[in-house]
């Protein structure tokens, strides 16, 4: 089993930029896909980044597409979200999730039900 631990997350103003890391507890990280996923008071959880367990792929949300980066260290265990141009609806608490299928290298990230091992989440939030 995977143990997911987010942090780096803050307040920081409009335009500003933070990066929030995943630290993971298992010998078989290197070898699941992971995602980051959002949610906001009275919203559904958003997907919005994710990596090949290879790192050889990744893919965003539309809301976040060429404002963050997803890379992911398997040497250390650690994911990382590089968040630039913040914006006010950035504001949720981000979480990190572990793929349920090992050495998967397809598309299909991007729902939540895909990921069954899931971090405490970290609180990001843009002032405006």
């Known amino acids: 089993q995977v143990q997911l631990v987010e942090s780096g997350g803050g ?8 990066r929030l890391s995943c630290s993971a507890s298992g010998r078989l990280f290197s070898h699941y896909s992971m995602g980051w996923f959002r949610q906001a008071p009275g ?19 539309n809301s976040v597409k060429g404002r963050f980066t997803i890379s992911r260290d398997n040497a250390n265990y650690v994911v990382y979200l590089q968040m630039n141009s913040l914006r006010p609806e950035d504001t949720a608490v981000y979480y990190c999730a572990s793929d349920k299928r090992i050495y998967y290298s397809g598309s299909a990230l991007q ?18």
């Open 11 to 18: 307040l920081v103003q409009a335009g500003g930029s933070l």
């Open 111 to 128: 729902g939540a039900d895909e990921y069954d091992s899931w971090g405490q989440g970290t609180q990001v939030t843009v002032s405006s």
């Open 43 to 61: 919203k559904e959880r958003e997907f919005v980044a994710a990596i090949t367990w290879s790192g050889g792929s990744t893919y965003y949300g």
